[in-house]
């Protein structure tokens, strides 16, 4: 019973502090890099690194390009190409690839506060996947004798909607795991 009560306990601070809701890798490259493909190589083994670390977990993962000299992806036929191939390299779904072109700094705050929002969209999709899949272990559990189980289960769902900034929804589910 001990053993179960530190992992419930420990299970706030794991999904707090400890699993990701999102990893970007930031890295250096512009389309028009003489290294291009052992840099596309190193790229997607970094990425590898990383998907190797979070294992099985949902945490979204995306790519942001730091470029000293390219123009925006729309406005040049390389660009457009070598971000499919980079895709293509790294497993990576096109809608998770960035570009950061530092060479128009006026623009810069502006590239950073979208990248801002792309990620915070990208973690709350997170936490209502992981929302998601709870309640569908929660359905199985619809025996009298899973009553504790089923408590953990609405905490956990409450926390996650909370995270979200959700907090009627999280009220709602801490005020039905207390009427249990």
Not at 67 to 95: H, I, Y
Not at 115 to 143: G, P
Request: with cysteine; glycine share 4%; aromatic share 10%.
């Amino acid at each position: 019973k001990q053993w179960y009560q530190r992992r419930v306990r420990g299970w706030f601070n794991k999904h707090l502090n400890l699993i990701p809701a999102a990893v970007i890798l930031f890295y250096e490259l512009d389309w028009n890099d003489s290294h291009w493909s052992e840099k596309q190589l190193d790229c997607g083994l970094q990425l590898n690194y990383l998907r190797s670390g979070l294992g099985n977990r949902a945490t979204k993962l995306a790519v942001v390009l730091i470029q000293k000299n390219s123009l925006p992806v729309g406005e040049d036929s390389l660009a457009v190409e070598r971000a499919t191939s980079l895709c293509n390299a790294c497993e990576l779904m096109s809608n998770s690839l960035f570009v950061l072109p530092v060479l128009h700094a006026d623009h810069l705050v502006g590239y950073v506060i979208r990248l801002q929002n792309v990620f915070i969209d990208q973690a709350v999709l997170y936490y209502l996947n992981e929302t998601k899949r709870i309640k569908n272990n929660k359905d199985t559990l619809n025996r009298p004798n899973y009553q504790l189980l089923q408590a953990r289960h609405l905490i956990k769902v409450s926390f996650f909607h909370e995270i979200r900034k959700d907090i009627p929804t999280a009220l709602k589910h801490y005020n039905m795991t207390y009427s249990q």
